[in-house]
């Protein structure tokens, strides 16, 4: 046996489990910390405006309904997303802590990519909604209850938590014995597994089949709950009808488009060269950037949660007035 066969035999024989990735980020870029203060800001907005959506949902009574079930569930996804992003994200660069311990960086990978996925699955039940409140309104409160909505999302979380529980472990089995440098801003899946020395088929399968689960199809169904909706407003014959229709449709049109546009745009561009701070960009603002744009479009949007706002802010202001009076 030659010493080139010789090495690889023990390569494929040895198992090596690092103790500690290093997170690269940006390379040769200027004041980078600017980005991350912005990074900072969105994080902050999107406490406030997914919080503040929360709050106006769980406060008024009005809004306790199968649909605004769903749309708590996206602001809630929102939030955990981005805190189990952005805080480490910032905390990595802005401190200069860019050792990550092997099992940490597993944790990480599995909460960011846990809460896009179910970012993505609650747009299509939002689609969903959408769907029968307008092709079968006669049927919208039989089929859209609470219940069904439960259950709905107690499936998409349990299908969540075990398609990244897989894609996570199979991590576990790859043997990582040349460079440790992610060349990403987190613990990317892709990045990760490609520094592997042993077979990655598996690793490479499960990302494609978790890609065409948590975004091809979703996106494809979503698409297609539109053009039931669309062969449904030709047959009403008013106009003024098929305006009421489609307006309320069009913030979860904006929040659709919002999410998977940058997420298509991503996966098209790594079919070319890009420099990889371009991805790195592309890519955290894909992550953060809708969970900070979500609730402001659906608040400004959506009629419902605008004059829930209203009642509670007239309900909580002669309070404030009494108080100040006292005080006085």
Known sequence: MSQAERSASIINTTFVRPAAFYINGFTDIPHAQYYYVFLCFVYIMTVVGNGFLMSVIYLVKTLHSAKYMIVFSLALTDLCGSTALIPKVLDTFLFDRRYIVYEACLSYMFFVYFFACLQSLTLLMMGFDRFVAICFPLSYHR????????????????????????????INRLSFCGSLVIPSFFCDHGPVYRLACNDTSLNYIMGILSLILFDCIPLMLISLTYVCIAVALSKITSGVEQHKALKTCTSHVILVAIFFLPIVATNLAVMSYLHPNTRIINSTLTHTVPALLNPIIYSLKTKEVMKAFKKLWKNVRPYTVIELKLKN
């Open 143 to 170: 089929i859209v209850t609470k219940p069904a909505v439960a259950v709905m999302l107690l499936c998409v979380w349990g299908l969540s938590l075990s398609v990244l529980g897989v894609l996570v472990g199979l």
